[in-house]
C-alpha cells in the first residue's frame, strides 16, 4: 500500500473518509485494518508542520509552473484557514487516516476541488520525513533550552555551596572530604555534553527529504533548493530512497534524550539518598515533596525518583526504535510510522521532568550541620599518606602505612589523630608528627587545587567557566 503520489481517482471532495489513496481498492479498510493502520490519534500534533511544508510546496510547484500565481495564494491562504481551525482544537473528533490526510479534506473544505492539486509531485513519504524533522528541530530547541535552565540551577546552588564540605562517596564508601559546589557541578558538567550532543543531532536533523517523492525523486522539477531555504534546513538530501527510509535522525535524538534522561536519572538518584533520614545532606522543599497516605512523618522525594525512572522510559523508546529500523530495506515501510510515538513520548517525558527536577534543585535546603556531622576522619588517610610521601616515603609504602594507621585507629575505636604517639610512631617515625600537624576538612579539600579538583580557587574555576554556558 504504497503511496507514490496522487491517487487515480481522486477522492471525494468533503467526504469524511477522504482517503489519499483508494482508487485502485474496490472496499475501504476494515475497522480493524484502521484501527492499526491510523495514526492522527499520534501525528496530529504535526499540524503546524506539515502546513508550513505544505505552503513551502506550493511555492516549489508555481516555480516549476504547475500552480499559477492566483491558485497559489488561494491554497496558501486556504491552508491558513485549515491551521486556524486546528489550532483552536477543530476536528477533535476527525477519523481521517493521519494528519496528511486530514489537513487535505479540510483544505478541500476550504478551497474546493483546487486542493487536488496540493499533492502534485509529493508522496507522504518524503511529507512526513519533512513534517518529523521540522518537528524535531523545534524540539531540540525546547530540550536545551530546559537542560540549560537545570544546568543553571545547579551552578547557583553549587555557588552558594562554596563553603560546605561533605563526604565524597565512591562505591558508596566515604573517600575523601569535598566541596557540595564539586558534587553539584559533577552533575553540570554532563548537561553541557548533552547540549553539544544536541547541538550535534540537530546537524543532522537539518537535511530537507521533501522533493523525493515516494523513492525515485518527484516528478515535478521542484526547487530544492527554494524548499531548503525557506523551510530552514540547512542541506538538501542526496539520495531521495534514503532519505524518505533514513530514520537516523530519530535514533539520534532518542540517544541524546535518553543520554539527558540518565543524567538526571543519576542526579535524581543521588538526592534521594542525600535527603534520606540517614544521610540528611539537603532537605527538599514543600512545594517539591510529597506526603505518605500512611506515615504522617513522611516527606518523599517523588521527583528524583521520578527523575530516576524515566530514564528507563525513554531507553526503552530508544532500543524499540532502533529494532525497528534493523533489517528493514532502503526506503519507507509502514514500520518507520513508529518513529513518531517513540520519539514524541520520549520528548514529553523530557520536557516534565526536567522543569520538576530544575524546580526541586531550586528550591532544596543543603543542611551543613548532618554534611559535617557525616564526615569520618578516616577520610585524611590520604592526606596522611601524602604527607609520608612528602617526608620521603615511597607512596606504595606510604598507602600500605596510612593504611595501617586506619585499621589501628579502628581497633582501638579511636579516630586517626586519638591513635596514642608510641602505636603512630610503631608503624612510622614520621606519623606523629603528621598526625599532630593533619589539618581540618576543609583544609583537606585545598589541598586538591588541580584543575578539576576541589579545592575552593578549583571549584571556583569550574563555576566560571561554566557560567557563560547556561541561560
Ligand atoms: N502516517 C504515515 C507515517 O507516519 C505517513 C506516511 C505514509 N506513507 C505511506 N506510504 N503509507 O509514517
Redesign the pocket.
Known sequence: ????GASENPPTPLSASHQL?GGRFAKPPSEAMAALND?LW??RRLWPQDIRGSQAWIEALEHAGILSAAERQTLHEGLDRVGERLAGGGEADATD????TLVERLLYEEVGELAGKLHTGR???D??ATD?RLWCLEAIAALDTEVSRLGASLITQARAGIDLVLPGYTHGQQAQAVRWAHVLLAHTWPLVRDRERLAAVRHRVAELPLGSG?LAGSGVAVDRELLRERLGFDRVSNNALDATGDRDFVVELLFAVTMIATHVSRLGGEMVTYSSTEYGFIKLSDDFSTGSSLLPQKRNPDVFELARAKASRTLGNLVAMLATMRGLPAG?S?D??E??SLLFDAVDTALVTLPAVRGAMDALEPVPERMRGALQESLLATDVADDLVAAGVPFREAHGLAGKLVRTAEELGTSLRGVPRDRADAIHAALPDILSRLGSFEESTQRRATAGGTAREAVLAQLESLEGRFL
Not at 1 to 4: E, N, P, T, Y
Not at 97 to 100: F, G, L
Open positions: 500500500m504504497s503511496d507514490g489513496w495514526s499520534i501525528d487516516e493521519d494528519i496528511h508522496s507522504r513519504n511529507q512526513v518529523h515516494a519507507y509502514k518507520l510510522q518513529d513518531k
